[in-house]
């Protein structure tokens, strides 16, 4: 793999910064594991407080803007840096992805081959109820697009919303009451939606939407194992099975599963 081509070209990023409650960085490591056997040659670069050694590259920094997570009690959340993934990657087309969003499929390397400068999911399935739908954000009309699967390509438009990005989470308390949001917890969804409802005019954004839906396991149901090829989850009917790529909301139960 010609690494010096690659940076210039399209990579992985991913967001690590450990906390008191949360190892971040081996949720990280297992990542980096399954992007190796499923998207083989992309450079995959980490911004966090550690090197990775996992990683072709770390970007090591400060820690981001002070966070709570209020999911199962107050947690110290350290997941602010993402909005300054613009100015931090060297690729020019970059696919952002949260660590806790286990990579089972080949299917985000497709993300590369689009046309568009930006792609997001929208439409997302809840494994407990197997159903999929939108998530409106708060008491607005908008449509939540997920940060946790991000394609960008550098260019003057993206630049944009990445700044808009970063104004709206520097002034989050003003648009949790606009849009009627949580104002406690600066969640990085919602202040990506709203730098994409800015950057088209609060038109519409079919054409940045990622044509297939995110998988989500949710906090209510538990990892019971991992493995490179599939991962046991438990909910209130037993255990089942998962062979594809799943974002993981307990990452508590994640990070004990993890050997």
């Given at each position: 793999?010609?690494?010096?081509?690659?940076?210039?070209?399209?990579?992985?990023?991913?967001?690590?910064?450990?906390?008191?409650?949360?190892?971040?960085?081996?949720?990280?490591?297992?990542?980096?594991?399954?992007?190796?056997?499923?998207?083989?040659?992309?450079?995959?670069?980490?911004?966090?407080?550690?090197?990775?050694?996992?990683?072709?590259?770390?970007?090591?920094?400060?820690?981001?803007?002070?966070?709570?997570?209020?999911?199962?009690?107050?947690?110290?959340?350290?997941?602010?840096?993402?909005?300054?993934?613009?100015?931090?990657?060297?690729?020019?087309?970059?696919?952002?992805?949260?660590?806790?969003?286990?990579?089972?499929?080949?299917?985000?390397?497709?993300?590369?081959?689009?046309?568009?400068?930006?792609?997001?999911?929208?439409?997302?399935c809840d494994l407990n109820y197997t159903e999929v739908s939108n998530m409106?954000?708060?008491?607005?009309?908008?449509?939540?697009?997920?940060?946790?699967?991000?394609?960008?390509?550098?260019?003057?438009?993206?630049?944009?919303?990445?700044?808009?990005?970063?104004?709206?989470?520097?002034?989050?308390?003003?648009?949790?009451?606009?849009?009627?949001?949580?104002?406690?917890?600066?969640?990085?969804?919602?202040?990506?939606?709203?730098?994409?409802?800015?950057?088209?005019?609060?038109?519409?954004?079919?054409?940045?939407?990622?044509?297939?839906?995110?998988?989500?396991?949710?906090?209510?149901?538990?990892?019971?194992?991992?493995?490179?090829?599939?991962?046991?989850?438990?909910?209130?009917?037993?255990?089942?099975?998962?062979?594809?790529?799943?974002?993981?909301?307990?990452?508590?139960?994640?990070?004990?599963?993890?050997?």
């Amino acid at each position: 793999m010609n690494i010096k081509r690659s940076l210039q070209d399209r990579g992985i990023m991913l967001f690590s910064f450990d906390t008191d409650e949360l190892q971040y960085s081996k949720i990280t490591k297992k990542c980096i594991e399954l992007l190796r056997i499923h998207c083989p040659d992309i450079p995959i670069i980490v911004v966090g407080d550690q090197t990775i050694e996992s990683a072709d590259r770390t970007i090591l920094a400060d820690d981001p803007q002070s966070n709570i997570h209020n999911l199962r009690g107050p947690k110290q959340w350290k997941n602010l840096a993402r909005a300054d993934a613009y100015d931090l990657s060297p690729f020019d087309c970059t696919i952002i992805i949260d660590s806790d969003y286990l990579v089972y499929d080949n299917k985000i390397m497709k993300l590369f081959e689009s046309d568009q400068s930006v792609l997001a999911h929208r439409s997302w399935c809840d494994l407990n109820y197997t159903e999929v739908s939108n998530m409106k954000m708060g008491n607005s009309m908008l449509d939540m697009l997920w940060a946790t699967v991000l394609m960008f390509k550098k260019c003057t438009e993206v630049k944009q919303m990445f700044n808009h990005w970063q104004h709206t989470v520097k002034n989050y308390q003003y648009y949790a009451q606009l849009f009627g949001l949580n104002k406690r917890m600066v969640r990085n969804d919602y202040a990506f939606t709203i730098a994409m409802a800015k950057i088209q005019n609060y038109g519409p954004v079919d054409h940045t939407i990622i044509p297939w839906d995110i998988i989500t396991a949710n906090q209510n149901i538990e990892v019971k194992k991992i493995s490179n090829k599939e991962i046991v989850l438990e909910d209130q009917h037993g255990e089942f099975t998962v062979n594809q790529s799943i974002h993981i909301l307990n990452k508590e139960s994640l990070l004990n599963a993890i050997e």
